[in-house]
């Protein structure tokens, strides 16, 4: 009580690299000092933190990063409010898309790095179906799994924050929609409140009979968000000339030992001339702003509904993720560590 | 010695389905009557049997086309002449490819079928380089792999029938290109006669040093017809936004059950941006006659050296198959029931 507290960062970190099962004894809670931004850089008071099961694969092996080391803050995807910046072009007051923003309440990032974003919608939809998660299901399906009307589409993971707008743009494109999830509470929300046309549980006793009645055409497309078992249950379902889009393999983060492939890899790649695709979104970062637009548009019009869930305090960050990979989850998933910035905007 | 013999079909069937590996007690020798066209057939003299992993897959499950039964005639592709038909368009003496010609001395096929040929080389080549074969690495490359100049493309099964010509059509198209066989007699072969840049053996000790020796700038296009632990390894030596031409599973077909998928499908699929593709050569029939004119002009000015192996008899086709199997072959393989046609051409 005798001086103000110092204003310190505090931050998340890796206190140990996971083995085998993430927990949350995986992580530790640091108070570090407010770092300066040097020339070049900015100073960002982080907003909304976005848990993503990439948050679990940085710490497994290098994939388009080094891998997450002990020590380290958790790396993530945030948007943040810039309050400082020294010799950049970037104002003050501006609402910026960091990459690496990380689990800590301020972080200090390249110029470079960020995207400064037009906010035309709270900040959770930037982080949600305008951001990272709704531009992903965005170019998966345009640039990979290219949908026609009257293909049948089946979305993995299809709940969450990719998945959801995966299944209502597919909807949009025209094609029948089919949800895959772990969970019957989900699967309903999905053909009740989303329009999916039909949803299956991959715990089901019969799942390929459940395929079968929910793709009475068999399956076009497979947008496939999840990897595993259930991909290779799939691949004997599609069509001649499907074609799978590689989003995600979230049944494989959580292990130190990815298990082996799909049975049918290659073999039924040449029966049914099927073709499988890998894509990552910073490939098509020019056209970002371009693709939001389109995706705000279909928000403001009500013809998709984004599914978000803000969790409040950094503290909660490790369980929200833990949640994500344990499929708690509905929609997308995000941790406030701040409230928005009023919308009178910025001032320099 | 006191008449004639009367005129046989003699064929080879399937004596029982294999469970396991095969061997030649699967297969039985039976004479049958020649047997008459009804009309829109021919029947057909059979003088080329193509010989292909794919006579050992279709013992094993419905492929694209049903299973081969015991008692069934193998099932093969064949070139030879219409000596009789029923009102068909075919005129006596043509030559014909026919899908399904078989094991056996005549054949009756329907005149819908079969793709009489402008015979423009031996036989030998129309069944090789300008034939199944050849056309598969043509449109694999052209259609799926699409290798660029200064790519680096590797090719397994290298000096069988597709892969020694993908990887001279790969050489023509200005890639670097490196097979993979499993014996080094066959390596030296493709680097000394037919302009190979490397050459790898899948059993060395030490495949991945060797590959990345091979490859030093990693590898941007596999043609893969094999599958298996191959496919496994060569997906952690591929750049960013390579493309696997997935041709055939050679390695999978001598089996009951199929072994799982490679290890990094999908995940590496996606870090890396890869794409997968089965393909199968009847989807570019209608394209068949102007890629067969297009490797004709390379055979005839010597850009591309066909390796064919011809052997004479019938009876050796379950011989023939079982070399092919455990990689005894080099180049084409084949069986010659009869001599080519006189070319001075058929008459009605």
Same mark, same amino acid.
């Given at each position: /009580? ?6 310190? !960062? ?16 995986? =992580?530790?809670?640091?108070?570090? *000092? ?11 008071? !982080? ?6 099961? $990439? ?5 497994? *092996? ?30 003050? +007051? ?6 690496? +923003? +990380? ?10 790095? #960020? ?11 930037? /982080? ?8 992903? *299901?965005? =170019? ?6 290219? #949908? ?12 969450? $924050?990719?998945?959801?707008? #995966? ?17 019957? !509470?989900? !699967?309903? =929300?999905? @053909? ?53 889009? @590689? @989003? ?29 695709? +890998? ?14 637009? #389109? ?54």
């Amino acid at each position: /009580m005798s001086s103000s507290p110092v204003p310190v !960062n505090r931050q998340i970190v890796l206190a140990s690299r996971p083995t085998g099962r993430l927990t949350t004894s995986h =992580f530790a809670i640091v108070d570090e *000092a407010i770092p300066e931004p040097a020339p070049g850089q900015l100073l960002v008071r !982080n907003i909304l933190l976005s848990i993503d099961p $990439a948050n679990r694969a940085w710490m497994q *092996a290098a994939t388009y990063r080094d891998r997450l080391e002990a020590g380290q803050v958790i790396d993530a995807f945030t948007l943040g409010e810039v309050i400082g910046q020294r010799n950049t072009n970037v104002a003050i +007051g501006a609402v910026v898309e960091c990459l690496h +923003g +990380g689990w800590q309440e301020y972080a200090v990032v390249d110029a470079e790095e #960020v995207r400064v974003i037009d906010v035309v919608a709270p900040l959770q939809h930037h /982080m949600g179906c305008l951001g990272i998660t709704g531009l992903t *299901a965005y =170019f998966g399906l345009d640039r990979i799994a290219k #949908v026609k009307c009257g293909e049948t589409l089946v979305v993995s993971a299809a709940a969450g $924050a990719t998945g959801h707008i #995966v299944g209502q743009l597919a909807k949009l494109a025209g094609a029948r929609v089919v949800g895959v999830t772990g969970s019957d !509470n989900k !699967n309903r =929300f999905l @053909c009740e409140k989303l329009g999916f046309d039909a949803a299956v549980n991959h715990h089901s006793a019969d799942l390929k009979a459940e395929l079968d009645a929910a793709c009475p055409s068999g399956i076009d497309v497979y947008f496939d968000n999840v990897g595993g078992p259930l991909l290779e249950t799939i691949l004997r379902h599609m069509n001649v000339a499907g074609r799978v889009a @590689c @989003c995600g393999v979230v049944s494989q983060y959580d292990s130190d030992s990815p298990a082996p492939g799909p049975r049918g890899v290659p073999g039924l790649l040449i029966t049914k001339r099927l073709r499988m695709e +890998g894509f990552l979104l910073t490939d098509y970062h020019d056209e970002w702003h371009a693709a939001s637009s #389109v995706l705000a548009d279909h928000v403001t019009a009500g013809r998709i509904t984004p599914v978000e869930a803000p969790v409040d305090g950094l503290q909660h960050a490790p369980q929200a993720l833990l949640d994500l990979l344990a499929g708690r989850n509905l929609g997308k998933v995000m941790v406030r560590v701040a409230d928005d910035p009023k919308p009178t905007g910025g001032q320099t």
